[in-house]
């Protein structure tokens, strides 16, 4: 425990360092919740060859999770969550560094039945029916549920008698989260389980989750939807480059990244005019169109009428995820260097 | 065995009509093309051997074998949709994933020996003792083993893209160096190399159907050896083959 708490530490000094997350308190009470990790992965690094040589795609990750905790794992594309995870489930194996899955390795874990994992690629098997498929995926795990009750936990039981080949994209996904339930997991991974979903979909999926999530499972899911990760997890776990760049509590990493941006035509706006409105964070001027980065977007935009009554085209729009990582990760490099 | 994901397989073997039908009509076709046109015994042949029954049992034979390759492909497109991923998060052991594969193979490859055993019944091709026609098919299903476990490596080591020509390259080498089409000369270079192929000696099993004598040990050898390097290549390709595809 010792180990992995000193690095979380340092990890999360480097951010503090970085003015974006002040949270030493729910950090240091979970790393004294280390002893109890149902899940623990030490200093995991990974490397790939690629033809521009090799890409380092996971560069020393701690992470410990609590048995019953729901946890994002957010950050864009290539921040190497699903590599993570490939190693958490022990379809790829770390270059360095160890996986603990309830005391077990994680392919001791996957035999005892104890993982259902939902992946990102793939379809399901065809030429069964959903309710087939489902019963089939039961019959290879020692204390599965049952298929209706599988069924209908993910919602699916309007479709059981359908092939799997003449479903929907969101259905499909349904289907694929069924395939991981089954299993009656202690831990439940899901590898950016909404993609290909629509909103409603969506919606569905995540109240199912929450079922689940109720019977007291651990889960581990991936995203790079904050809003996802706001709305269903206790603990958010930031990813960027390979490397945690956060860890803590939804609500202190959205106040991290969550930032909104407020755009609008304004002729002859002053930078330092718009960058001393309250809640404003930063601006960049582009002809006659501002875009300011907001921390309090409700009251820079009350600010920005009062003073520009002329301003015209205005958009306010969440701050997309992709530019707070830069942002932090920048930062971070800016702060070692 | 897990009964119920062997059942589930089985019953998708039948579902994809497509590929269960494509893989079983060329060899009868060919036969019902060729054998039907060509009544009578096999002419330039000091024994005399009825033509039909020649070509069924080489035809049944080379079936098989298609059947068995083509096992194959089906784990290309399992693999190509991630499935296969999907399949070791599961407590499903290696050994229990392969017995299934190795038993719906087999079902495919039984299918297709039927079918041109009927083929032939209905032509009027008749084999006796009937001992015979037990011992050639037992062969016949002993022959296939390496083909079965060939099917399975190919399956984990190639993309779907390219098991079509992996597939009816293997089957036409295989076929061409076993003799299913044209006699092996019975000495010389083509001959000893011959010897050494599981083909040939499958080929020789379906000769049992018209008078030729069963394997000697050197074809148990063969078979047995080829098999058990199928089977272990087979477990190697699947071990290594974790990744998203």
Same mark, same amino acid.
């Given at each position: 425990?010792?180990r992995?708490?000193?690095?979380?530490?340092?990890?999360?000094?480097?951010?503090g360092?970085a003015?974006?997350?002040?949270?030493?308190?729910?950090?240091?009470s979970r790393g004294a919740?280390?002893?109890?990790a149902?899940?623990?992965?030490?200093?995991?690094?990974?490397?790939?060859?690629s033809s521009a040589?090799?890409?380092?795609?996971?560069?020393?990750?701690?992470?410990?999770?609590?048995? !019953?905790?729901?946890?994002?794992? =957010?950050?864009?594309?290539?921040?190497?969550?699903?590599?993570?995870?490939?190693?958490?489930?022990?379809?790829?194996?770390p270059?360095?560094?160890?996986?603990?899955?309830?005391?077990?390795?994680?392919?001791?874990?996957?035999?005892?039945? $104890?993982?259902?994992a939902?992946?990102?690629t793939?379809?399901?098997?065809?030429?069964?029916?959903?309710?087939?498929?489902?019963?089939?995926?039961g019959? =290879?795990?020692p204390?599965?549920?049952?298929?209706?009750e599988?069924?209908?936990?993910?919602?699916?039981?309007?479709?059981?008698?359908?092939?799997t080949?003449?479903?929907?994209?969101?259905?499909?996904q349904?289907?694929?989260?069924? %395939?991981?339930?089954?299993?009656?997991p202690?831990?439940?991974?899901?590898?950016?389980p909404?993609v290909?979903?629509?909103?409603?979909?969506?919606?569905?999926?995540?109240e199912s989750?929450?079922?689940?999530?109720?019977?007291?499972?651990?889960v581990?899911?991936a995203?790079?939807?904050?809003?996802?990760?706001?709305?269903?997890?206790?603990?958010?776990?930031?990813m960027?480059?390979?490397? %945690?760049?956060?860890? +803590?509590?939804?609500?202190?990493?959205k106040?991290?990244?969550?930032?909104?941006?407020?755009?609008?035509?304004?002729?002859?706006a002053?930078?330092d005019? =718009?960058? #001393?409105?309250?809640? %404003?964070?930063?601006?960049e001027?582009?002809?006659d $169109?501002?875009?300011?980065?907001?921390?309090?977007?409700?009251?820079?935009?009350?600010a920005?009428?009062?003073?520009y009554?002329?301003?015209r085209?205005?958009?306010?729009?969440?701050? #997309?995820?992709?530019?707070?990582?830069?942002?932090?990760?920048?930062?971070?490099?800016?702060?070692?260097? | 065995?897990?009964?119920?994901y062997?059942?589930?397989?089985?019953?998708?073997?039948?579902?994809?009509?497509? $590929?269960f039908?494509f893989?079983?009509?060329f060899?009868?076709? =060919?036969y019902?093309v060729i054998a039907g046109?060509?009544? +009578?015994?096999?002419?330039?042949?000091?024994?005399?051997?009825?033509?039909?029954t020649?070509?069924?049992?080489?035809?049944?034979?080379?079936?098989?074998m298609?059947a068995?390759l083509?096992a194959?492909?089906?784990?290309?497109?399992?693999?190509?949709?991630?499935?296969?991923?999907?399949l070791?998060?599961?407590?499903?052991? *290696? $050994?229990?994933?392969?017995?299934?594969? %190795?038993?719906?193979?087999?079902?495919?490859?039984?299918?297709?020996?039927?079918?041109?055993?009927?083929?032939?019944?209905?032509?009027?091709?008749?084999?006796?003792?009937f001992?015979?026609?037990?011992?050639?098919?037992g062969?016949?299903?002993v022959?296939?083993?390496?083909?079965?476990?060939?099917g399975?490596?190919?399956?984990?080591?190639?993309?779907?893209?390219?098991? !079509?020509?992996?597939?009816?390259?293997?089957?036409?080498?295989?076929?061409?160096? +076993?003799? *299913?089409?044209?006699?092996?000369?019975?000495?010389?270079?083509?001959?000893?190399? !011959?010897?050494?192929i599981p083909?040939?000696?499958l080929?020789?099993?379906?000769? *049992?159907?018209?008078?030729?004598?069963?394997?000697e040990?050197k074809?148990?050898?063969?078979?047995?050896?080829?098999? *058990?390097?199928? #089977?272990?290549?087979?477990?190697?390709?699947?071990?290594?083959?974790?990744?998203?595809?």
């Open positions: 425990m010792g992995s708490a000193d690095a979380a530490l340092l990890s999360h000094h480097e951010i360092h003015g974006l997350v002040q949270s030493t308190p729910t950090l240091l919740a280390g002893s109890a149902s899940i623990s992965l030490i200093g995991l690094t990974k490397s790939f060859r040589g090799p890409v380092r795609a996971v560069r020393g990750v701690d992470i410990e999770i609590a048995a !019953g905790e729901t946890v994002a794992l =957010l950050g864009p594309n290539g921040a190497g969550k699903s590599t993570t995870i490939d190693m958490l489930l022990g379809l790829s194996k270059d360095a560094g160890e996986v603990h899955v309830f005391g077990m390795t994680p392919s001791e874990a996957v035999a005892h039945g $104890a993982i259902g939902m992946l990102q793939g379809a399901v098997l065809d030429n069964l029916s959903v309710r087939e498929l489902i019963d089939m995926m019959s =290879l795990y204390y599965p549920l049952g298929v209706d599988t069924l209908e936990l993910a919602g699916i039981t309007d479709i059981g008698d359908r092939r080949n003449k479903l929907s994209g969101g259905q499909t349904r289907v694929r989260f069924a %395939v991981a339930m089954v299993s009656n202690d831990l439940l991974v899901l590898d950016e909404t290909a979903m629509d909103v409603e979909s969506r919606h569905k999926f995540w989750m929450r079922v689940f999530t109720g019977r007291g499972k651990t581990l899911f995203t790079h939807y904050l809003e996802e990760a706001d709305a269903n997890a206790d603990r958010i776990i930031l960027a480059r390979g490397e %945690v760049v956060a860890d +803590g509590a939804a609500t202190e990493i106040a991290a990244t969550g930032g909104r941006q407020i755009r609008g035509t304004l002729p002859g002053d930078r005019v =718009l960058l #001393a409105l309250p809640g %404003v964070r930063g601006a001027l582009r002809g $169109a501002i875009t300011l980065n907001c921390g309090d977007s409700d009251a820079a935009v009350r920005l009428l009062q003073s009554p002329a301003i085209d205005l958009e306010i729009t969440g701050a #997309a995820l992709e530019d707070a990582f830069l942002q932090l990760t920048a930062s971070n490099e800016g702060a070692q260097s | 065995m897990n009964a119920t062997t059942k589930y397989e089985l019953l998708r073997l039948i579902r994809n009509k497509r $590929a039908i893989s079983l009509i060899p009868l076709a =060919l019902l046109p060509n009544k +009578g015994t096999i002419p330039n042949l000091a024994v005399k051997i009825d033509f039909r020649f070509y069924m049992v080489s035809m049944a034979g080379y079936g098989a298609i068995a083509s194959g492909a089906r784990i290309a497109v399992e693999r190509s949709t991630g499935w296969n991923r999907q070791r998060l599961t407590p499903l052991p *290696v $050994a229990g994933y392969f017995r299934t594969k %190795v038993t719906t193979s087999y079902a495919m490859a039984l299918v297709s020996i039927a079918l041109l055993f009927a083929a032939g019944l209905m032509y009027g091709v008749r084999i006796s003792p001992s015979r026609w037990i011992e050639m098919t062969l016949m299903i022959g296939i083993l390496p083909f079965v476990a060939m399975v490596l190919v399956g984990h080591l190639l993309t779907s893209d390219s098991m !079509g020509p992996a597939i009816g390259g293997g089957s036409a080498f295989f076929g061409f160096l +076993g003799g *299913v089409w044209y006699p092996l000369p019975d000495h010389g270079a083509l001959h000893i190399i !011959g010897e050494c083909s040939f000696w080929t020789r099993a379906s000769y *049992v159907g018209i008078g030729a004598p069963s394997w040990l074809g148990w050898l063969v078979i047995g050896a080829w098999s *058990v390097a199928m #089977a272990a290549l087979a477990g190697w390709a699947y071990r290594r083959d974790t990744k998203r595809v």
